[in-house]
Structure formats: C-alpha cells, structure tokens
C-alpha cells in the first residue's frame, strides 16, 4: 500500500493502493466448456493508472484509475483475456465502482462499498440490478449470457490478490466461472 493516498493532489482512498504495475503467475481460471469444466493455470499482468478526478454534474467528484488486465494461459503463453476500464471511488459516499470491457461484446459497471482505509475491495452487477449492471451484444446474450458479476481485491503492501465469480448461462446450463490469482508490485 502506498504511504498516502493522495497523489498529485487527488484523494484516492482506498484505489491508491492498487496503483502501479503488477505480475503474477498462481492464476487458475476454471471455465465451462461444452462437455464438463476447463481448468487453466495463468500469468498476467495488471496496469493501474491514476488519472485524475472527474467531477459529475457539478456535485459528484470521483477519483478515477484506468487498468489493462492481459490474461496469459501457462500452457501456450497466449493472451485469452484483456480486459480495460476503470475503478472510480466516492469519497462523499464511500461507494466503490468498477467499469469494464471485454473483447467479446461484454461491459459493466459494477459497484459496492469501501472506506479509505479499506485493504478489500467488493464490486457486483448483475442484469437484474437497477445501479449496477451488464450490458452484452446479442450473440453473447444467446449464447454465452453473462448474469452476475463479483470481484473483490484485497491488498497488502506489494501483495494484490483477487477473486472473481461471474454466472454464465453457457451450453445449456448456468456455470460458475471463476478466476484467481496472487499479484506482485513490479514498480
């Protein structure tokens, strides 16, 4: 975790502690596939850039990160996730957001709570949720139909480590896929 979590000026509370370029490589994705369940080993790397604040209709000002998430399984070194998008924090609120896109016609802003000091933390969307939702192009939608969404990220000095569970209406069944992996600050 940084020492502060002001950085150029800008309250980052609990976001400031994400901030810089991680690697990790104890990833395991567990996917579904037509007959039965795919596990994967996986290394990756993280990017988390301040950017500054934004301010929203002239009361809301958030404290914004962009990332670059790029996923590489063990077995061939191919990329089979990059993902980008922001993490936005409320300090008037303490409301907690992520806003994500993924290559294959999926995006969502998922949302949930976190004080400044906070080492975790916990976002959720699903398409039945009036402030936190997904948004997915037809195809996705008929085939491969994501339905709730859940992160959370725990940091520790130079240590990140995350957890994350999306429901997927996929081959005719509903699956729970999971991603997980322990991270290191590279600089």
């Not at 940084?2 to 976001?15: A, R």
């Not at 993924?102 to 039945?128: E, F, N």
């Not at 936190?132 to 959370?152: C, E, V, Y």
Request: aromatic share 8%.
């Amino acid at each position: 975790m940084t020492k502060t979590s002001v950085i150029d000026g800008v309250e980052y509370g609990p976001l400031a502690a994400l901030v810089g370029n991680w690697e990790g490589d104890k990833g395991l994705d567990i996917a579904p596939e037509p007959d039965g369940t795919e596990k994967n080993p996986y290394s990756e790397t993280i990017l988390f850039e301040a950017i500054g604040d934004v301010t929203n209709a002239g009361s809301q000002t958030l404290s914004v990160l962009r990332y670059h998430q790029i996923v590489r399984r063990k077995s061939d070194n191919q990329v089979f996730h990059n993902e980008t998008g922001y993490w936005m924090w409320d300090p008037e609120t303490d409301v907690v957001m992520q806003s994500l896109t993924i290559p294959r016609g999926v995006c969502l802003l998922a949302g949930g709570q976190a004080a400044a000091g906070a080492a975790t933390l916990k976002v959720s969307a699903s398409v039945d949720s009036k402030d936190w939702g997904i948004l997915q192009s037809p195809f996705m939608q008929q085939n491969a139909r994501t339905t709730k969404f859940d992160r959370s990220i725990t940091v520790k000095g130079n240590q990140l480590s995350y957890f994350q569970t999306t429901m997927l209406e996929i081959y005719g069944k509903t699956f729970e896929h999971t991603d997980a992996n322990e991270l290191t600050r590279c600089k």
